[in-house]
């Protein structure tokens, strides 16, 4: 599926698998609380955008059976050798059976179709099935992407994310078949030693569309600390994440 933040159907992104296990633990443990929306053990589980398979392995430990789907063949080859039945594909449009819940974490944002997600996600789903996980909602990183668009005008259409809005999503959500037991919209800031290392790894597609990456980083990084609030420590930022988390099951007279 998609990415999580791997891959994209949107735009091309290609990840550091190394650099991002080291530098971006902080998703796959950030996204933990997510795991207590599923169904109970053994149920099976979909993680849709299972990125290096961080999340997959910590299902699998708890008894769940778990399939990971992903957009990026080198995030695939490292949930692999982590032991995760993992495969790649497109978070948009997919079907590797059916389960008793999808879950998703730190990727819905990286697929442009998010309806689509939203119905490829029902079809996976028997009666009373689960839809659950988290993902950038709107508002999010709004400071970062501020600071991007003060160095590139055109950072709207540079964009490789889709952060929806709660309202928009419910709709979806109910439009596809599911009922809604949870939509939660809140702010969580991230903190960064520093804030242009994470445009560097979460952002490259801004920096891949110039002549030259480095020196429009330089601008950014300058740009930066004018959008984002300090961290604890020198040099630190926190990033303003905004994050949009649900729950959902297939309506009964939905089911197929």
């Known amino acids: 599926v998609v990415s999580r933040v791997a891959g994209a159907t949107r735009r091309a992104h290609n990840w550091d698998v190394e650099g991002y296990t080291r530098a971006a633990r902080f998703v796959p443990e950030l996204g933990r609380p997510v795991l207590e929306l599923l169904p109970k053990p053994p149920a099976s589980v979909l993680d849709l955008g299972c990125g290096d ?27 692999v050798e982590r032991g995760v039945d993992a495969r790649v594909g497109s978070g948009e449009e997919f079907d590797v059976g059916k389960f008793d819940a999808v879950f998703t974490n730190a990727a819905l944002h990286w697929m442009k179709e998010t309806r ?15 839809f659950a996980g988290e993902c950038g909602g709107e508002g999010n990183v ?5 600071a991007i668009r003060s160095v590139l005008p055109n950072e709207v259409d540079l964009s490789p994310w889709t952060f929806p809005a709660p309202d928009a999503f419910r709709g979806m959500l109910l439009d596809e078949g599911f009922d809604v037991l949870e939509l939660n919209h809140f702010e969580r800031p991230v903190e960064t030693p520093d804030a242009a290392d994470w445009v560097k790894m979460f952002g490259q597609v801004y920096l891949k569309s110039q002549p030259n990456p480095d020196d429009t980083l330089a601008k950014i990084r300058a740009a930066l600390p004018d959008y984002l609030e300090p961290g604890t420590t020198p040099g630190s930022s926190m990033v303003d994440y905004v994050r949009l988390r649900w729950r959902a099951v297939v309506r009964e007279d939905a089911a197929s």
């Open 53 to 79: 398979g961080a999340l997959s392995v910590e299902l699998m430990e708890r008894g769940y059976a778990v399939v990971g789907l992903d957009a990026d063949a080198e995030m695939v080859a490292a949930a």
């Open 116 to 130: 689509q997600v939203v119905r490829s996600a029902r079809a996976a789903l028997g009666p009373g099935g689960v």
């Open 142 to 146: 709004d400071g970062v992407r501020r």
